[in-house]
């Protein structure tokens, strides 16, 4: 799974000595999480009950998988079974399931697969947490739009030592990654935040807020869905309290650049034009430092048939970082130039 980003301007995830100086938030955090304060009559999140529990079904298959393991071995043997059992896991990005729900079905995302792991491995003693991985944004040809990926799996400690276990099919790691193990609660405000993303793609905001105030009531410090909640006011059109989500966002994260973007927008919109221009500024700093960022220029020049243009992007993105697909557009510019 990879969770929704709300944002479609140029953003990186790169450090930076510091920040643009921005006003204090206009309200806390308790006022934007109440319900009064939205201004509409928010639905029931959904059940947390179960989310973790395994079933009688499953509690059978684990100790079926193990019986003839060891407890150092456990881990493998469940894998093993898994694998066996789910050869081809298929990707829904809305599956947000439950543990058991995961189990039983034939596709998942990420989230709810790891649920599904962690609560197996728990059942067989093994230690289990979900991990969240932070990549670094990817932008479209056209340059206009950027994914930051947010992506879910599990880790589990065996024999001294932490291995990720991930089904879905992903990219090469890279140092532009920054990995985070979350808790219990931190875990299920993600799933929260999930169904608020994605009950704001259906444009559903009482639902949004209900399940995005439930995820920052659980994980106050997750600055990613303090974006999403700050969406979710600038379409109900209380932008002082979407200005304040997005504050929020970067006093827990002051790298959190989907909060500049919108910030941004928003400080353009209202021509606080000081605002608005050191949050660009800040936003080209972060991009200059993305490999991503030079491979698109690279494309884009290649495009345009301007050759030395692309090769000098795709030389600086290489110098950032190792990406196969850097390497094969380098080759094919160097044979447009010969």
Known sequence: MRYLILVMLS???AACASGPSLPPPAYDADQLLARKTIGLDPRPYRSEEFWLNPDMVMRHFVDWSTQDADREHAALALLKSL???????KYRRDANYSAAAAFHE???NCLSYSAMVVSLMRHAGVRANFQRVEAAPEWDIDGQSAVAA???????FQQGK???????ERRNPTDYERRIVLNDDQALAEWHNNLGAEALLNNDLPLAFAELSRA???YPEAAHIWVNLGVVYRRVGLLDHAESAWLIALENNTRQLQAMSNLQMLYRAQKREALADDLEKMMTYYRRQNPY???LLA???EEAERYDEARRHIRRAMRLHSDLRFEALYARILQHET
Do not use: K, T
Request: hydrophobic share 55%; net charge negative.
């Open 11 to 13: 953003l990186a995830l």
């Open 293 to 295: 960022y030079h491979y």
């Open 83 to 89: 694998r066996d059992e789910w050869p081809a896991l």
């Open 106 to 108: 034939d596709q998942a």
């Open 150 to 156: 947010l992506h879910i799996n599990a880790v589990i």
């Open 216 to 218: 920052l009531r659980l």
């Open 299 to 301: 494309q884009q020049a």
């Open 162 to 168: 932490q291995v990720e276990v991930d089904w879905l």
